[in-house]
């Protein structure tokens, strides 16, 4: 079972260092932080929409397009009721929805959504291996990468181990579809018990295993070849930096707010 | 790290939070509360597609909670990753960050509190059995869910995506609610549990408190001039060993003293529990390092005492393969699996650049057999191709000894054959293997055989020395060569070791073997009138990924009574089939009668098939046996006195009687398969599938399982058995499906398939040795007696 979102190609985003994707993905974090205008924001959403086909990633985009759908609606429909606004849009059971709040509601979806979609094209062009030795490079500690990629790699075998058990709490009558809150929480232990008992019986042989295999926590470790930052690198960085250099004197210039 | 500092100290949060970071156990154990935590959270995060914790309640956050109380800090940093990594599955972004520290917070903030309120403390352990603990538990559980919410809720006004009183409510109480409803109950279960696994953080907070690990006092040093003696002469050198771990009964070695030349091929032999595994973790010091006791002896590998320097660096020097090998794949390729070995070995490697790694990549998969697969992802290979993963990882460091746990345990007959073959060759490049395992006829051209019982060597020799002494094999629990056994009483001086030498026996001594009877080989499937049949599959197929069909228009029906074996490679589609039969798996075509009813209307059928799952720790939850086993009566909606009844007979019939009050978790591998199949029978299921029961089992084990089922086949079951193991379908079951590739390629009585080797091979299958050894002569035999019965003397 292969749960990540990585595609093994060759594009110009993957080439890039992961220490160059990283602060990319930062830009365009702050680049959606700048803005509130919903056009503005449509305008990022596009640009790393285009990043998404340039990294042969769409496909990973359409895995969650609902997600993105749905978070646009829920914020167009639950900021109007936080922001007020002077311009009346329209009147449902005597609550004015403010045009303010919409446009609002807008512009926070598309935040989020040009967030979320600058997340993926991270995730589809960097392995974890890659994302663990760029963040260590970038200052964070290494047993924290290590322990982060180590849990991933577990990922699908644990959900692997969830379906297992769920088909074996099944094949000894449990009703897993039953509806209700309470019906939910009293089915929840026999699924979740094995799950988490299983897992922790293999702790110490976990542990055993990457002692022997030379992984020692605490220890240095030694990158075989240690990535060098490209030409390519240095541009993009550039351009990152050139646009939120631009946003930042546009927004202090009163552009890109409602 | 300093537990004698209060609980609100920075200096304590500090040390104990890097703490986690030196101490391998504690690193793993935080990257498993993440992985648990990410893969309950990953159905909410892109499943269901809400605002968190606004519309779906979410149980998994009863995770960090629990496993904080439990594992302290370590908890802290699982419940952290494991929400960034629930975001890695498409929600990464600023507000990552602060899911990172609210849900941090949320793991360490129980752990900081529980015993320190003051007087609202009980004073006790972390589990709920008292209104003070309950009073307790709430209080902190009220705290940790505020720090929490109000983290992400602030954090995400902050970004300016939601507002702070939309979310923080939501969160709060979804928290709140969830660990006092599910904590309570999952505290209860698992606190004995991590104890006894000595898991529970305060124990091992002790322990690190009382100082770094050292050298055991009992490990005593050699004079100098023994140390270059063995240095030179020999690969391994074990002086008089006894260990005991810590909070163990006896010791699970005792005065063992071996020496292993360079280049030897040994295998070590015994029953599960004779101390296998344990010998083989004092070869790279996880005994008495990593596994802590009462240690007395000196171990030596290659002129380095393994007490003297850490587990981890003994790397280079001891390449170490677990019977459990996926526990040792960590990387998302082949070839970042290779790498992350070599760079854990520090810098010691000789690579010019990239290319020449490559080209070391290139050789390394070559000489284990996978060419080209540099760029897979390990667990998109097969069992074996992973196996051998696992062993080109331990190779890439080049160490002069490997030691293999079982590896041959989960292997089917190619994988098997294949790795016999990697062994061979590793052998011959004089690299000393040493490997513990149940069966020594695979291992026919070891070097030698080293037998323990209880603990002690008790034996060693050649392997066909022990094959040649089936009482004495099974003195010891090792599997006996059914060969040997039919030469037994026919005059043979030695006992043959391989079918050939079976052949040159034969000829010697002038025996040869006759068909028995039709009647004697028929007898047990002749009938006065056909059975009813109890299941039914017409031109069924199943997928898990759309277009790759697990099984492709199957027919083939079941009667009652049978006692029949679905018999194929790994993934040929036995494990689909069998759970189709009792309605786990919809088919994607076709039709699946029980008892003339549709499983596609039924949905599962528990109480007319049985099916108990070859790991039966996916299935045990409960404190007791008793309450184990009741589950599945409890289900088909028995009252308790019925409950009990059935607990009882189910019991009786898998030989626990006696074991009510146990805890399931205490047993060995063999009784938990035991009780997993009690919990089924207590369903009192017409018709019982059994997958892989003999996985892992020792002989004797393996045996008595198979009695059992046997047992119940006559006590009028219908049952099912899926499995590779050729010797288990030959002495058990009367009928055999035969499959690959999703298909059935054969269906008969089993003798009948047994007849046409070339029908097995190409299932990628291996006739038992006693089969093909009566082939010979034109019969197909399947049992020893059948053998001893059809003997002619000239």
């Known amino acids: ?258 | 790290m300093n537990n004698s500092l209060p609980c609100w100290s920075p200096r304590r949060w500090y040390g104990e939070l890097r703490h986690v970071w030196r101490d391998t156990r504690l690193l793993v154990l935080s990257a498993q509360i993440a992985a648990i935590y990410a893969s309950v959270l990953i159905p909410f995060k892109v499943g269901i597609p809400i605002i968190p914790g606004f519309v779906e309640l979410r149980p998994a956050n009863v995770i960090p909670i629990v496993s904080s109380l439990l594992f302290g800090p370590a908890a802290a940093w699982g419940a952290g990753i494991g929400n960034v990594i629930g975001d890695c599955f498409g929600t990464l972004g600023p507000a990552s960050l602060f899911g990172f520290l609210g849900n941090f917070l949320y793991g360490y903030v129980p752990y900081l509190l529980w015993g320190n309120l003051g007087w609202l403390s009980s004073g006790r352990e972390p589990v709920v059995r008292s209104w003070r603990q309950g009073m307790e538990y709430v209080i902190v559980i009220a705290c940790a869910s505020m720090v929490c919410a109000a983290t992400i809720g602030w954090g995400v006004e902050l970004l300016g995506l939601l507002p702070f009183w939309l979310l923080f409510p939501a969160i709060f109480l979804n928290n709140l609610v969830m660990a006092t409803l599910l904590g309570p109950p999952l505290l209860l279960f698992l606190y004995p549990r991590v104890k006894q696994w000595n898991l529970y953080y305060r124990d091992l907070a002790f322990e690190a408190a009382a100082g770094p690990r050292q050298d055991p006092a009992g490990d005593r040093l050699l004079p100098a001039s023994s140390q270059s003696a063995v240095a030179e002469s020999v690969a391994v050198s074990i002086q008089d060993v006894t260990f005991r771990p810590i909070h163990a009964e006896r010791s699970v070695l005792k005065h063992v003293s071996l020496v292993v030349p360079r280049g030897e091929l040994v295998v070590l032999m015994g029953r599960s529990g004779s101390g296998k595994s344990s010998l083989c973790y004092v070869l790279n010091g996880l005994v008495p390092r990593f596994i802590q006791g009462e240690w007395t002896g000196t171990v030596m590998v290659h002129g380095q005492r393994t007490t003297q320097i850490p587990v981890w660096q003994q790397a280079n020097c001891v390449g170490m393969v677990f019977q459990d090998f996926e526990t040792q794949l960590v990387s998302t390729n082949v070839e970042a699996e290779l790498r992350c070995a070599l760079e854990a070995q520090g810098g010691t490697h000789d690579f010019t650049g990239e290319e020449s790694f490559h080209e070391h990549v290139r050789r390394l998969l070559d000489l284990v057999g996978l060419p080209g697969l540099e760029r897979r992802d390990p667990f998109s290979l097969s069992g074996g191709q992973r196996q051998r993963l696992v062993v080109a990882s331990v190779l890439v460091r080049e160490p002069p000894v490997i030691v293999m746990d079982q590896p041959l345990t989960d292997l089917d007959p190619a994988g098997r054959q294949q790795f016999l073959r990697l062994l061979a060759e590793l052998n011959a490049k004089g690299i000393t293997i040493i490997i513990a395992g149940h069966g020594v006829d695979d291992l026919v051209e070891a070097d030698r055989v080293c037998v323990l019982d209880a603990g002690e060597l008790v034996w060693q020799g050649t392997p066909r020395e022990l094959l040649g002494q089936p009482d004495l094999a099974g003195r010891y629990g090792v599997t006996p060569y059914p060969l040997a056994e039919c030469f037994r009483g026919r005059g043979a001086g030695n006992l043959p070791a391989t079918v050939e030498e079976a052949w040159q026996l034969a000829d010697t001594l002038g025996l040869s073997l006759v068909a028995p009877q039709s009647s004697e080989q028929t007898s047990n499937v002749a009938r006065s009138e056909p059975p009813a049949t109890v299941l039914e599959l017409s031109n069924v197929s199943a997928h898990y990924q759309p277009g790759v069909p697990a099984l492709s228009r199957v027919s083939v029906s079941f009667q009652a009574g049978e006692f029949v074996a679905i018999l194929g490679q790994n993934g040929s589609g036995k494990s689909t089939l069998a759970k189709l039969c009792n309605g786990l798996l919809s088919p994607s075509e076709g039709r699946v009668l029980v008892l003339g009813s549709d499983t596609q209307q039924t949905g599962v059928l528990s109480s007319l098939v049985g099916y108990v799952f070859q790991n039966p720790d996916h299935q045990i939850f409960a404190e007791t046996v008793r309450k184990e086993v009741a589950f599945g009566a409890e289900n088909a909606g028995c009252s308790p006195h019925q409950c009990d009844v059935r607990v009882t007979e189910a019991l009786q019939a898998v030989g626990l009687t006696g074991a009510e009050e146990l805890d399931p978790f205490s047993l060995t591998k063999g009784e938990r398969q035991r009780v997993a199949v009690a919990s089924i029978l207590a369903a009192k299921p017409r018709i019982l599938i059994v997958d892989e029961p003999t996985t892992g089992l020792d002989a004797e084990e393996s045996a008595r399982m198979m009695n059992m089922m046997r047992a119940l086949h006559r006590q009028g079951h219908t049952i099912i058995v899926i499995t590779h193991e050729m010797g288990i379908v030959a002495n058990y079951a009367t009928r055999c499906v035969l499959m690959r590739g999703g298909t059935i390629l054969a269906d008969g009585p089993t003798r009948d398939v047994f007849s046409d080797p070339e029908l097995i091979r190409s299932a990628a299958l291996a006739l038992p040795a006693l089969t093909r050894f009566a082939q010979r002569w034109g019969v197909t035999l399947l049992t020893v007696e059948e053998v001893r019965k059809a003997w002619r003397t000239p």
């Open chain 1, 1 to 258: 079972m292969n749960l990540s979102l990585y595609v093994d190609a060759q594009t110009w985003v993957h080439r890039l260092d992961g220490r160059t994707k990283i602060l990319c993905l930062l830009g365009l974090f702050a680049l959606s932080l700048l803005f509130s205008d919903p056009v503005y924001l449509s305008g990022l959403c596009a640009g790393v929409l285009a990043l998404v086909i340039r990294a042969q990633s769409l496909h990973n985009l359409k895995k969650i397009w609902v997600l993105l759908a749905l978070l646009f609606v829920y914020s167009v429909v639950l900021w109007p009721f936080f922001v007020e606004g002077a311009t009346p849009l329209f009147t449902i059971g005597g609550l004015t929805v403010m045009q303010e709040g919409v446009l609002h509601g807008m512009g926070m979806g598309l935040r989020l959504n040009a967030m979320l979609i600058s997340g993926i094209v991270l995730l589809s062009t960097t392995s974890i291996e890659e994302l663990g030795e760029a963040s260590n490079r970038l200052g964070v500690p290494r047993p924290l990468g290590f322990s982060l990629s180590l849990a991933f790699r577990w990922v699908p075998n644990l959900l692997g181990s969830i379906g297992a058990v769920i088909q074996a709490q099944r094949s000894r009558g449990l009703d897993v579809q039953s509806k209700g809150v309470f019906g939910k929480i009293r089915r929840y232990p026999p699924l979740i018990v094995p799950l988490i008992g299983h897992t922790l019986r293999q702790t110490n042989l976990l542990a055993m295993a990457l002692e022997s295999k030379g992984f020692g926590a605490g220890q240095v470790r030694h990158p075989l070849f240690v990535s060098k930052m490209h030409g390519s690198d240095y541009a993009a960085l550039a351009v990152i930096a050139a646009l939120v250099m631009g946003g930042l004197w546009m927004r202090l210039n009163g552009y890109g707010t409602i």
